[in-house]
Each structure stands twice: as structure tokens, then as C-alpha cells.
């Protein structure tokens, strides 16, 4: 095998082994840095509706993210489930949507958040979460608009 080709296949195993190991507990890391940023928003902003309702990415929120809320906040559903004002006085549901998480670090991530209880009651956040003594929590709040 030639010096250039052995090169190539020592940077490929290289990087299927470290890119592995940066996925080990990648999903795990996300759901728990998710349920983080949405236990920091009930507390924040959840007195104003009936229901809480969650979406990831744009799609409803996981059954294993909602089973892990469930306990403390018995309001949680899919946003999907939820229901819209109707303009008959009924007090909206409140939604809850979590953007992409972005990587600052290993111990370090950052997640948009929109909470709205309405077409004209919403709010933006960028939350900054870090590891703190073994757990994710929002370190950092900065508001990114409001309607």
C-alpha cells in the first residue's frame, strides 16, 4: 500500500473512531439539555395557560421527553394535541418550541426557544446551557424578540 493511501485510510479510521465517540450519548445529551430548556420556561412563563404544549424541530416532542416532564407538570402534551384561541374568550394552550441545539462545547450548548400563548403573545429566547454538577441548566438567558 502506497504512503499516500495509507495516509487516507489512517485519516478515515481516525475519524470513524472519533466521530463515534463523539456521538456516544448524543441523543441522551439532547434530550436531557431539551428538558432542561423547557423545565426553565414553565417556570418562566407557564401561568398563563391550561396545557403546555411541545414541539422540537418542528415536530411534536417525543413520548420519552414528555414522560420525563409528565411527573412535575401533569399539562404536558404534544403540540399537535393542543388547541388554538378561538376568539370565544377561551384561554389558549401554551405552546413551547424548542429550535435546533448548537454545540458551543462538550459542557456547553445553546437552544432558541419561542413560547406564545397566541398569535400576538409569543416570545423569543437564545437559552445558553451548561453542565452544572452533573446536570444541563440554562446558565443564560437573552431575549431575541417579543409580539
Known sequence: MGGAMKGILMGLVFAAA???????????????????AFRHAFKEDAALGPSFCLSVEGVDAGEALLARLRDDYPAVKKASECASPN???????????????????????????????????????????????GRWSVVKTDLLWVS
Open 18 to 36: 472519533t466521530g463515534c465517540a463523539a456521538l456516544k450519548g448524543g441523543a441522551s445529551k439532547e434530550l436531557d439539555i431539551r428538558e432542561a
Open 87 to 133: 376568539g370565544g374568550g377561551m384561554v389558549p394552550d401554551m405552546a413551547f418550541r424548542l429550535g435546533k441545539i448548537g454545540w458551543k462545547s462538550e459542557t456547553e450548548a445553546v437552544v432558541p426557544i419561542t413560547v406564545s400563548a397566541g398569535p400576538m403573545a409569543a416570545t423569543g429566547y437564545s437559552y445558553i446551557l451548561k453542565i452544572q454538577k
